[in-house]
């Protein structure tokens, strides 16, 4: 018990060293907080996993270039009035029909097409986006992780060295965890403060507060309805309240009226309002493929593409369709129109590329996976990269693509955990495979074999010393044992070893060479 105690203080002291030496100022409020990482290195982070981050979910917006435009130099302005107005701030709008925003550290932000067609002007999406640059601006995100990171104490065990130590070792941690670390739901406090500075920040830039506070109304009006796209998406990490609307108004009561631009923004969105009903198409398409009624999703995509034709993503949807029908060759042609509609988003190589593999068009369809995995590193392109490195005998690259390839859940996951598996077999056999034994008096050798891995085994091929002594070998036997062991079974065989009028019975090493696991 005394051991516990003095562990437990020792962690304490180890938590409030480690807070004393990462305090900093928030370039927002002035306030000082905790953060265990350096600006330079939250910035590093964010341009890391800017990319990656916009390519699952949707890739980039490409239908109307005008569109990306405009809202990056609203952006742009509200971001020289902001705090940190050095910071290398971006500003993209995702092909992404869920209505959602967010801001990775470093002042990379992202707005999805679905959001903006629920907002009415400029000073809405000013709204959007100076809350998204305070999250930035005021290192949320840094602060977040710090917090999630003491709470481990383990964590703070490893921090006995320097702050700079502890802040590499949690750059290196964040690198791993990407985007999914940072895009966590934040905590109240950041919220309110987030919708609090944004309005002044809409304000410097000569944006009505009102913006704000109408886009918090809509959004609380929406939750009240439940719309399913809205729970999943924006409320997930800004959830709404009657609390934050009536924050925003009395902020925007201290503050000087603007603009609203609806005329130029409302001209800005033309072109998504015009395709809003080919990508509501397109949501029915996707309820429909999840009923398995491939028929009725082209259906609903034939809409989609006829009003809007450039949208790639229609036409990989398309693909999927005649794939769930067995019509390869229409798939085929689907992906290969969608890779020219869009060259540079990650799933168009990966959807053809999976096809063309599990046709039997290896090589072609290597390619196309490896361009995917370039452009999005993803469990699925692991795993075809996993086979592909197996097949060259490159079996240490293999086993760290297949164990990505884990993540991939369903029967992509159960065929890589069975490669890994096999793979462990070729390399360490005796890992699941226990064989003992020796030769009895009458030159018989008794053999026993369990099977401890989760699969069915054959093909043992095992290899018998007889010892001379303990060090020296006086005969070695190969020998293969064909018969099939169940996974977790254990079955005994007898040889003849040819050995007769044995006056001691001789000492035996045996050791399992290799197996083959059965299909």
Known sequence: MKMVGVGCRFAAVLVVTLM??????????????????????????????????????????????????YVAGVGQKLAAVSDQPDLPYEFIVLNNSVPNAWALP?????????LLIYLEDESQLAAVLAHEIVHAAARHGASQMSRGMLAN?????????????????????????GTAAWMAKYGRADEFESDFYGMDYMARAGYTPQGAVELQQTFVKLSEGRQEDFMSGLFASHPPSIKRVEANRAKAKTLPEGKRYQQRYQAAIAQLKKDAPAYQAQKAALTALSKNQPRQAISELDKAVALQPKEASFWLLRGRSWEQMQAFDNADKAYSTAIKKNPSYFDVYLSRGALRYEQGQTSQGLVDIKRSYKILPTAKASYYLGEAALEAQQYEQAVAYFEQARQAGGQLQQRAERQLVALKLKLQPESFIRATGG?????????????????????????????????????????????????GKTMKFQIDMGATNLETTPNVRISVQSVEVVE
């Open 106 to 114: 470093g002042g990379k932000i992202a707005i999805n097409r679905g």
């Open 153 to 177: 104490l383990g964590m703070a065990a490893i921090a006995v060295g320097t702050q700079n130590q502890q802040s590499a070792k949690m750059f290196g941690l964040a690198s791993q965890l």
């Open 439 to 487: 030769i009895d008096n009458r030159g018989y050798m008794q053999i026993s074999l369990a099977n401890n891995s989760p699969v069915a085994m054959s093909q043992f091929q095992l290899r018998i010393d007889t010892m001379a002594n303990a060090f020296q070998i006086r005969e070695t036997n190969n020998i293969l044992i064909s018969q099939t062991i169940a996974a």
């Open 20 to 69: 004393i030496q990462s305090c900093s100022v928030n370039p927002v409020t002035g306030k000082t907080e905790l953060s265990l990482m350096s600006q330079r290195q939250e910035i590093a982070l964010g341009s890391k996993n800017y990319s990656p981050s916009r390519q699952s979910q949707g890739g980039d917006y490409y239908i109307d270039p005008a569109l990306q435009t």
